[in-house]
């Protein structure tokens, strides 16, 4: 990517002034529905390790690692095109059986725990994390299953690609049930009650907005009240058997799905609902098959995602693979391109950041001392984990591919794992488990774990090399740093303490005070235009708090340096948020993503830095000029 800027364009819009010449001649790949920016450093990495991988399984390149041979035999039946595809469906049967066997809501309950532990759907997800008011302990979580179209809102007469969106769903599942081998006659019945089902749930879930305020998630119930959410069966007998031990609570996300869980799922139901795990079972299992079968069940995902075309065969079985194998691949990624120098310096950079946070908390003059105290208590017992994990997760060595099919072994990885899984309940805490593999190119900041994490690929240009000036790397790496230390400060995360519990730390008048800086960062970018349609300011005030917060911490860190160059720092700012997608993924990522539009993070924060002004000589007739009462500062 150039690091060409026409300075002339920048009173009027910074990020297209650093990324304009590039977004005129980028191509997205006819198999993704992105370029630029992240996506860019990821397609790097898939060509790096496939290169790996091939030298790897033809002797090129040597490994004594027992779990990356373990990986290679899965990759091996992955890349075996020629044996998936003389398989077609046929691995698939007696998976598929399963569902189609059952012949009531009474034979479905005396197989829930097996068919859970197996890894089918459910319209009650049961899951394992931390208990957020107590995160020493593992406790369980009941969810609510997924719609097929991307969010609720999607189901508005209002909205026009629901119907589209459905016909294209159905007309995949024709195909795929019919290439299974069920009539013509089962297959419209099988599809019109999938969809009747799923139309069922859509009144009673939350859209994504309400997700975004994950604090609501947490309503805790007895065993007793969980239970009687339905009365036509046993649900304490299911988590009995399924934990092993009868749990005295469950945490419920979505109150008002369970609320109307006895009248969703019955015996009048439980014909649609048969035919909605039935649809769901062959989506789940159809990457694992043939590779007519895969494009086949690709269809849907790349028309709301806007990729043209499927992804070769052999793309395709190293995303399957390696996400089967994800920390395993991750730890070779990062022992092999990712150096022990690089580490230490982000490690430090990191150290940097929350010494000037630390220093912001102390002399905040909004927050009370009280408030302030416990703010930086916050601020000194929070994790920092960079690169790449100390110790593979012991879940891998359990991995032994056997003879057999691709899916069959997947399979059989996914009950080992699914086993583990249910089996953490009410067992201490694991803190030093990742949630991301070495090799992915993003972070996070854990709100239960009070810890941010910085994988190995994302430690690389533009957001950070030693080739760059610590005024780029700054505004690259810098600020998300800062970004994700910011997250233990927004919206979500203010309401968890030092330890990660769920537990309110702040003064009355201090809260409401925050409050009041979310809405305005809420107003500043509600209603903001672009070609996919307008921003929902709620939806996204958590990541834009993150990213004023990081960029306005990385700018004061980046001032500290001797050799401090502003505009170096504001153009990489820009540039890591570089990105061309397709229409139809802007639109999705309207509806559902919590992280506003790459232009508007690239041009609205710097609007509301004082330097951004005086590093630009931004006066008030240019289009980056921004009032001053609706510039918007909090950490």
């Not at 996300?253 to 609320?259: F, G, L």
């Not at 009048?268 to 039935?278: A, G, P, V």
């Not at 730890?331 to 120098?341: N, P, S, V």
Request: net charge neutral.
């Amino acid at each position: 990517m150039s690091k060409k800027v026409k300075e002339s364009l920048i009173k009027d819009n910074l990020y297209m002034a650093v990324n304009g010449e590039w977004l005129k001649t980028a191509k997205i790949p006819a198999d993704k529905p992105l370029t630029g920016g992240f996506a860019d450093l990821a397609d790097n990495i898939e060509k790096t390790l496939m290169r790996d991988f091939n030298q790897l399984s033809s002797g090129e390149l040597n490994s004594d690692n027992p779990y990356l041979t373990e990986f290679l035999k899965y990759y091996s039946l992955a890349t075996d095109f020629s044996k998936r595809d003389t398989a077609g469906f046929d691995p698939a049967r007696s998976y598929l059986k399963r569902i189609e066997n059952l012949k009531s809501l009474s034979d479905w309950e005396k197989q829930l725990t097996d068919l859970t532990l197996a890894g089918y759907s459910s319209p009650i997800p049961l899951y394992v994390e931390p208990d957020m008011k107590n995160t020493q302990l593992y406790a369980l979580y009941a969810g609510v299953p997924n719609l097929i179209l991307p969010d609720k809102t999607y189901y508005s007469p209002e909205n026009p690609s629901s119907k589209k969106l459905l016909q294209i769903y159905s007309a995949m599942l024709t195909k795929l049930l019919e290439l299974a081998g069920y009539s013509k006659e089962f297959v419209q019945k099988t599809i019109a009650g999938a969809l009747a089902f799923d139309k069922s749930l859509v009144s009673h879930v939350k859209d994504s907005t309400e997700l975004a305020d994950y604090v609501k998630s947490y309503n805790k119930y007895s065993l007793q009240d969980f239970a009687n959410c339905n009365q036509h069966f046993d649900i304490q007998n299911y988590l009995t058997t399924l934990l092993g031990h009868e749990p005295d609570q469950v945490i419920v996300s979505e109150p008002k799905y369970y609320a109307a869980l006895n009248d969703l799922v019955n015996e009048e139901t439980f014909s649609n609902m048969k035919s909605w795990l039935l649809t769901k079972t062959i989506l789940s299992i159809s990457p694992y098959l043939s590779d007519k079968i895969r494009i086949i069940a690709g269809t849907y995902s790349r028309t709301i995602s806007g990729s043209k075309e499927p992804m070769n065969p052999t793309k395709s079985a190293y995303y399957l693979a390696t996400s089967q194998f994800d920390q395993v691949v991750g730890l070779y990624y990062a022992h092999k391109y990712f150096g022990e120098a690089a580490k230490k310096d982000v490690t430090a950079m990191v150290k940097k950041m929350t010494d000037i946070y630390k220093k912001r908390l102390s002399t905040n003059s909004w927050l009370s001392k009280d408030t302030r105290e416990k703010a930086v208590v916050k601020l000194e017992k929070l994790g920092i984990q960079v690169g790449y994990p100390d110790k593979l997760d012991p879940l891998y060595k359990k991995f032994k591919v056997k003879t057999g099919s691709l899916l069959e072994n997947s399979l059989a990885f996914d009950q080992i794992a699914l086993k583990e899984h249910y089996g953490k309940w009410n067992k201490p805490v694991d803190r030093t488990r990742w949630e991301m593999s070495a090799h992915t190119v993003n972070a996070y900041y854990n709100p239960s774990y009070n810890v941010i994490v910085f994988p190995a690929a994302i430690l690389q240009a533009p957001f950070y090399s030693f080739e760059q000036s610590a005024s780029e790397n700054y505004g690259g790496i810098g600020a998300v740093i800062a970004h994700e230390i910011s997250h233990a400060f927004d919206n979500n995360g203010a309401h968890f303490d030092e330890l990660g519990n769920l537990h309110n730390w702040w003064t009355k008048h201090d809260l409401e005070y925050f409050n009041k800086l979310s809405q305005k960062m809420i107003e500043e970018f509600d209603g903001l235009k672009t070609p996919a349609g307008n921003v929902n300011g709620k939806l996204v005030v958590s990541e834009n708090i993150a990213d004023a917060g990081g960029l306005s911490c990385a700018l004061e860190a980046a001032k500290n340096e001797s050799d401090v160059d502003l505009k170096s720092f504001f153009y990489n700012w820009a540039r890591v948020w570089c990105m061309k997608s397709s229409l139809e993924r802007q639109k999705l990522l309207l509806a559902i993503d919590v992280h506003a539009p790459h232009e508007l993070r690239a041009n609205i924060q710097p609007q509301n830095l004082g330097d951004f002004y005086k590093t630009f000589n931004i006066q008030p007739e240019d289009g980056m000029y921004l009032e001053p009462s609706k510039r918007v500062n909090i950490w």
